[in-house]
């Protein structure tokens, strides 16, 4: 899962990015897919915003050192630009 791509990024379109499993013990083995649709005027900053976003959670992640992540983005959920692309099987979470 870990070695997937976790994000593809056309700043001013849209976004593609792999969800993240809520627990390991509830992980399927499918690295998930989805794309967000960000093109209209009043949600260009989203680019910018997933991008800063996906460099911030790898910097914060725990494998990489001890310090807690603060809470620097907010995103609307079951928007209705999100679209399901697709899984990938894969082995496990790391």
Known sequence: FDQCIGQI??????SIFKKRPNDEESFDNKA???KLEHSEDRLLHFG???LLTGVLSAYY?????NHLRPGF?????????????GDIDVIGLR
């Open 73 to 85: 983005t907010s995103f609307p959920t079951h928007d209705k630009r999100e679209m399901e692309l």
């Open 61 to 65: 992640h725990k494998s990489r050192n």
């Open 32 to 34: 998930k897919y989805v």
């Open 9 to 14: 990024i056309v700043i001013d379109s849209f």
């Open 48 to 50: 910018l915003q997933y």
